[in-house]
């Protein structure tokens, strides 16, 4: 089994935070690629050269964060990655689904700050801006953190945060959403989390 993965990839890092939960950090061989500069390794793979990608021993190859994250709690159950009550559940995945668009929204901020200016669109990034910060407020309210349990809720908003740091501080976050700040100090000192966060730029 091989998980291709980025060290500054968040959807690679929900992986390998979902793996660290699971103790199989050591168990399961990460392949450090660079998707934009593929030599064809990750291809192999991942066809559509994005991290993380997964090929399994059977041959199988799983793309997208939330595909591996989902084979990942079928094939080693415990410890869960979801709460096991229903209503529980469909919060955490409310939560964990508005987290993977803020990344979504993150990336595209990214990748159009890459782009030479005049082909920038600018509508674009006025209404992802405006949406990633009444995402982060909904986030802020919504958002009733375990600290008992960290499944793909945690896992999904402590790699958006982390992401938002890493790429758009500038945004400064904290000042929407106090109590996200606040949770973001604990959450930064678990194991998991502060063991991908993305090396210094
Ligand atoms: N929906 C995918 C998104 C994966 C993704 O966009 N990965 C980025 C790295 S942050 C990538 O590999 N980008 C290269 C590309 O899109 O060509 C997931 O959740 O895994």
Known sequence: MKLYVSLTSPFARKVRIGLAEKGLAQRIEQIVVDPWNDDGTLTATNPLSQVPALQLDDGLALTDSDTILGWLDRAFPQPPLWPHDPQARTHAEAIAALAQTLLEYTVFL????????????????ERRTQSLMRGIEALN????????????????????LGYLDFRQPELDWRRHAPKLATWMEWAAQRPSVRDTAPPPA
């Open 110 to 125: 990214v990748l159009e700050d890459r782009r030479p200016p005049a082909m920038r669109s600018a509508p674009m990034i």
């Open 141 to 160: 309210s919504r958002f009733h953190a375990s600290t008992v349990h960290f499944h793909l809720d945690s896992i999904g908003v402590a790699c958006a």
